[in-house]
């Protein structure tokens, strides 16, 4: 299997695991944990593993000179991301959040051409407008996933906010991400995060009341520390060792489905043709998005 390969199913697992998140998170805010404890628990836990595997990778120095970049894809990717998405999520629902995440692949492709000057196809910007419109009609046409949303224009600002933050990690780290080892960069990257974090985050950590929270709850947080913190930044830095980040951020089109997906077999949601119909846009988009172009004479 090659790595391209492999860099792939890391990037859709990591999809995976963001869009059953949606529901998930959603489900403990803020009864068991607010939004900001929350990510407290998310960066102090994924610090620790991180620093746990690093010692499997190779023993290497961050160079004085990309501390500042690496300052900068911390405060977009682990900081901003991270608290505008969840403080969102307590204020607005899931759906409004799906929705509003599929700009980050509009600013990831822009970001890249003008930046990295990554090329935007014929056959990119296809996907990136299919995966568009099938992931609005996956969106608009499903079933809403209930939840208290107290308010849902500060909510859905923020998630704005957030995917403006994402598309901007996915370009900053870029050039990390092919200088040092996933392990390396990332246990600095979620140290830095937890240092940065800390004053916002550590009033509503002390919060918690532990012995009221229930098993499954504490099931849900570990998976968010585990599995969408932890396991998601590493498949995706890995993802990014082979792929452009357009093609990474192409991925988020593909979050609205599993969350569908996940709530059909939960049983909290039921299939119909145009979710079968808005499925395939996406899946088709996010192919052509993601497709290495064929190399030739001239230009697409």
Do not use: C
């Not at 391209?4 to 998930?24: D, E, F, Q």
């Amino acid at each position: 299997m090659s790595k391209r390969t492999l860099a792939l199913l890391a990037a859709i697992g990591a999809t995976i695991i963001y869009g059953i998140n949606h529901t998930l998170a959603k489900g403990v805010m803020p009864v068991y944990v607010k939004p900001f404890g929350f990510i407290f628990l998310r960066v102090v836990g994924a610090a620790i593993l991180f620093w746990g595997i690093s010692f499997f990778g190779p023993k290497e120095k961050i160079e004085m000179r990309d501390w500042g970049r690496l300052l900068v894809a911390a405060l977009l990717g682990m900081v901003v991301n991270m608290l505008s998405f969840f403080k969102g999520l307590e204020l607005s629902t899931p759906i409004n959040s799906a929705v509003l995440i599929t700009i980050s692949p509009i600013v990831v492709v822009v970001l890249s051409a003008v930046l990295l000057k990554e090329r935007i196809t014929r056959n990119k910007g296809l996907g990136i407008f299919l995966g568009f419109v099938g992931a609005l009609a996956l969106i608009l046409f499903g079933a809403e996933i209930r939840g208290d949303a107290p308010n849902i224009p500060l909510g859905n600002t923020l998630f704005i906010v957030n995917s403006f933050a994402y598309a901007g990690y996915l370009i900053v780290a870029k050039k990390l991400v092919s200088k040092y080892h996933p392990f390396t960069l990332m246990k600095w990257l979620f140290t830095v995060a937890v240092v940065i974090n800390f004053p916002v985050t550590i009033g509503e950590f002390l919060e918690i009341k532990w012995a009221t929270i229930p098993l499954w709850a504490f099931g849900v947080m570990a998976f968010v520390v585990i599995g969408t913190t932890f396991l998601t930044y590493l498949f995706n830095i890995f993802a990014m060792t082979e792929l452009k980040a357009s093609t990474i951020g192409a991925f988020i089109y593909v979050q609205p489905l599993f969350g569908i997906l996940f709530a059909l077999i939960t049983g909290k949601d039921t299939l119909t043709t145009v979710k079968i119909l808005a499925a395939s846009l996406v899946l088709v988009g996010v192919y052509l998005a993601s497709k290495r172009p064929k190399p030739g004479p001239y230009p697409k």
